[in-house]
């Protein structure tokens, strides 16, 4: 609001009021700035600038009301406090956070043996700094199985953003998501299936079940939207997919069978056997064994996933937990005593044979892909030959326990090494009795000594 006039000697000369930020350097009582060449002559009455230079003063600015002071006053002073109390508030809700997770901390360690996913816990919206695999990997002593701390499960479906859907079936859908800057995959099941939802985060959640054959868990989460309540399932992402996708759109040398056939009985023998003492596990039988619950890592190992229909045994009770879930097993895969009806639920190494039945079907997948003598078989479903799609429980009740048909071994396989080993294992592990079937140990140490005529044949071979 200054009027600038060139006077007689070719000076600039300037005289108003003080109305804006870009003023407040003018302080009154600087009477010469060294260097500037600034004279400021500073009064405050009405008027009293107005004796040297004409100079029309705009209305409202007559009564000194945009003097240094009131600048101050208006546009700093508020800006000030503004400041001021936003710092106070981002302290106090990091004391409130960082008080609450210590809290929620010891009442988490006081109750770890407990099913968590009914307590309503407190809610916090960020992780901190950390990345995923930090908060995943300091978290094993949390309290909370094999995933992350609970406070941050809880806020899991809020904080992912779902990229595609990789997988749909009965269950609900699978879709790779992103959490914190990492590819997580997430399991969204159908409402009606919130009983395999709630077995699966059980068992991970109670069960230290961190194993590198096992799908890693991140953590559950159960949010409603409107009137629909979603489940959520987070795992670690494998961007190769299932062992049946993987085994439709490649086949294998020995090494990839083998290392294939190693890891998944790895991780199926890790389940079944129980382990005592403060970091233990209970025995575990799956009940859902087959090659889509399998996926492959980019090392070419799998890992097993779905636990859903799980059932878990600890020999101090002797009690077998099964949950009251009505889905059943995949009828392709089921063993002749699920079919008849004949198997002995009160024992739990029958949940075991039954899981061993499963995987001679998955090992025959496998093999039927590893070519041998540059020969190599299509990828089929077992039994794919003698049931239609999606087969009936009586259609493989006739092929199973009627007829006792299994699935063909190809002739080629007799004439290599490894495929003639492992048609040994399958035909052991698939057998009608199960008594006579091989445990996981057995299986895993069969395997181990077929890995090492493999590797001698190989090392006689290129010396
Ligand atoms: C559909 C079966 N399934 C796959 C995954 C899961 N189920 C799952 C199980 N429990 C919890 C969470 C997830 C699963 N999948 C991946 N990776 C993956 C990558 C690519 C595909 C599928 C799976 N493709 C399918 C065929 N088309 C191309 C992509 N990782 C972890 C779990």
Redesign the pocket.
């Known amino acids: 609001m200054a009027q600038i006039l060139m006077d007689n000697d070719g000076v600039l000369k300037a005289r108003g009021c003080i109305s804006n930020l870009d003023h407040i350097p003018m302080l009154c009582g600087i009477s010469d700035v060294p260097g500037k060449q600034i004279k400021i002559e500073c009064c405050q009455t009405s008027f009293c600038n107005n004796a040297t230079f004409p100079f029309i003063i705009p209305s409202g600015m007559t009564d000194g009301n945009y003097g240094t002071g009131r600048v101050i006053l208006i546009y700093v002073v508020p800006i000030l406090v503004v400041v001021a109390v936003a710092g106070l508030v981002v302290l106090l809700l990091r004391r409130s956070y960082n008080r609450r997770i210590r809290q929620y901390a010891a009442a988490v360690a006081a109750s770890a043996i407990t099913p968590n996913y009914y307590r309503d816990e407190l809610r916090v919206t960020a992780a901190g700094d950390s990345t995923l695999r930090e908060i995943f990997n300091d978290s094993i002593t949390s309290g909370s199985g094999s995933g992350l701390p609970l406070l941050i499960q809880r806020t899991l479906a809020k904080q992912i953003w779902l990229a595609e859907v990789?997988?749909k079936?009965r269950y609900g859908e699978?879709w790779?998501g992103v959490w914190q800057g990492e590819k997580v995959?997430?399991?969204i099941f159908f409402s009606r299936d919130e009983a395999s939802w709630a077995r699966e985060t059980e068992i991970y959640s109670t069960v230290l079940l961190r194993h590198e054959n096992i799908?890693g868990f991140y953590g559950s989460d159960m949010t409603s939207r409107g009137s629909c309540t979603q489940l959520w399932?987070v795992?670690?992402?494998?961007?190769?997919?299932?062992l049946y996708?993987h085994l439709n759109a490649h086949t294998l040398d020995h090494t990839e069978l083998i290392t294939i056939a190693l890891s998944t009985i790895n991780g199926l023998l890790h389940l079944h056997t129980e382990i005592f003492g403060t970091q233990g596990k209970p025995a575990i039988a799956h009940r859902d064994i087959k090659s889509?619950n399998i996926?492959v890592k980019l090392n070419g190992a799998c890992v097993i996933?779905?636990f859903g229909l799980a059932v878990m045994h600890t020999q101090k009770t002797g009690e077998i937990n099964i949950s009251n879930n009505p889905r059943v097993g995949t009828k392709r895969y089921m063993s002749p005593e699920v079919l008849n009806e004949m198997m002995n639920m009160s024992v739990f190494e029958s949940f075991r044979k039954v899981d061993i039945y499963a995987l001679g079907l998955v090992l025959w997948e496998v093999c039927r892909r590893c070519v041998s003598n540059g020969l190599v078989d299509e990828y089929t479903p077992p039994f794919h030959d003698v049931v239609p799609n999606d087969p009936s429980f009586d259609d493989m009740k006739k092929v199973v326990c009627v007829d006792q048909y299994r699935p063909m071994i190809p002739n080629r396989w007799t004439s290599d090494p490894v495929l003639t080993g492992m048609s040994k294992i399958i035909r052991e592990c698939w057998h009608q009795n199960p008594n006579v079937r091989l445990t996981a140990l057995r299986v895993k140490k069969s395997l181990m000594k077929l890995a090492q005529e493999e590797s001698k044949n190989k090392l006689d071979l290129e010396y």
């Open positions: 990789i997988g079936g699978v790779c995959a997430v399991k799908l399932l795992t670690h992402y494998h961007p190769r997919g299932s996708d889509k996926l996933a779905d």
